[in-house]
DNA sequence: AAGCAGCGCAACCGCTCAGGG
DNA sequence: ACCCTGAGCGGTTGCGCTGCT
């Protein structure tokens, strides 16, 4: 038996909405909310749509305070950010940026912002500024990565290297047979930070952790990087504690180091990775300090005040 | 002016997850 | 514990617009 569909399609219109149909949506929503069943809604108001389709709708179109286009710098940063950060997933980074849709944000990415990027990424290569040879470094060794890294962690890689400009580290991409026990040591920050039952805790094992460091291979670049990840780890959880927010470029660039490292254990998906590392919580109960200028935590409530119907 | 290609965006599809029975 | 249903999400598609030849 399959899964029962959402709605009886035969009888259901597809395509684009008229203003009738967008009219009566907005004006049974604003007035009744949805009732927390979209499936019920089209026939309730007599609209041949799919339930999905309105939900759509309302979220994408017709929902108060939505803005469409005109992405500033700081949204282009944000969105740059986030997404080398956790990858595509629009919904968190449509949380970041209130009156912003996922599906906004999401072609927004992948049709201007994506290629104004690596456009850059080109132009300066072509200069030969200190992030090129690092770009190109990474395209170079794309071959020899291990197999299962997804073309999203490269992407996000070239991306990353070319924002962050991280000095040294990503030298590590040339010695292949660190790269495993990289992955150990990401494992071990990782398990620490999900165990540990406080932010105290986890920086007094997290020290620890780092003070073992010489039980790891000696080669410079895996020390610095390392101590790279442990210090960004120790930074976030700091800011963590102090604020309640955490730190951006440190932990994302934290983070972004281990999913590049993550997707090399061929066989488990990078879901799975992200699944008790914190990025989640940190997303939904704090926000990024890059957006410090634009109140993030009101903008954020907003939002959520937007959807809360 | 017509044809074509590329782009941008709205909408759809299919999947996962969570909650309730 | 299992099944069913609905919500939500990310990927993909299709269509209209625009600019170029």
Redesign the pocket.
């Known amino acids: 038996?399959g899964?029962?569909p959402?709605c009886d399609k035969a009888n259901v219109?597809?395509?684009?909405?008229s203003p009738e149909e967008d009219a009566k949506l907005k004006a049974y929503v604003e007035r009744h909310g949805?009732g927390?069943?979209?499936?019920?809604l089209p026939h309730k108001i007599g609209l041949k749509r799919?339930?999905?389709?309105c939900?759509?709708?309302w979220l994408?179109?017709l929902r108060p305070n939505i803005r469409?286009?005109g992405f500033s710098e700081e949204e282009d940063n944000l969105i740059s950010s986030l997404y080398i950060s956790i990858g595509?997933?629009?919904?968190?980074i449509a949380a970041q940026l209130p009156g912003r849709t996922?599906?906004?944000i999401?072609?927004?990415w992948?049709?201007?912002l994506k290629k104004k990027l690596l456009g850059r990424c080109k132009e300066s290569q072509a200069s030969g500024s200190p992030s090129s040879s690092q770009e190109s470094m990474v395209s170079q060794n794309y071959e020899g990565l291990p197999r299962g890294l997804s073309a999203?962690a490269l992407e996000r890689m070239q991306l990353h290297v070319q924002l962050h400009g991280l000095q040294g580290s990503l030298s590590l991409l040339n010695e292949p047979a660190l790269w495993h026990k990289f992955q150990n040591l990401g494992n071990r920050v990782l398990s620490i930070q999900h165990d540990s039952t406080n932010a105290d805790e986890s920086v007094q094992r997290l020290t620890e952790t780092s003070s073992t460091m010489e039980s790891l291979p000696s080669q410079p670049e895996f020390d610095e990087l390392s101590s790279f990840v442990v210090e960004n780890t120790l930074g976030g959880i700091e800011t963590s504690s102090l604020n309640g927010a955490c730190s951006t470029s440190r932990s994302m660039t934290f983070n972004m180091e281990l999913v590049s490292f993550r997707e090399t254990d061929g066989g488990r998906e990078s879901?799975i990775w992200w699944a008790g590392n914190g990025i989640d919580e940190q997303l939904s109960t704090s926000s990024w300090d890059s957006t410090s200028a634009m109140k993030p935590e009101t903008m954020f409530q907003e939002y959520l005040l937007g959807y809360d119907l």
């Open positions: 038996m899964k029962a959402c219109k597809k395509g684009p909405w949805t927390g069943n979209w499936i019920a799919c339930g999905k389709s939900r759509l709708r994408n179109y469409h286009g595509s997933r629009w919904s968190i996922d599906n906004d999401k072609n927004y992948n049709t201007k999203s879901e």
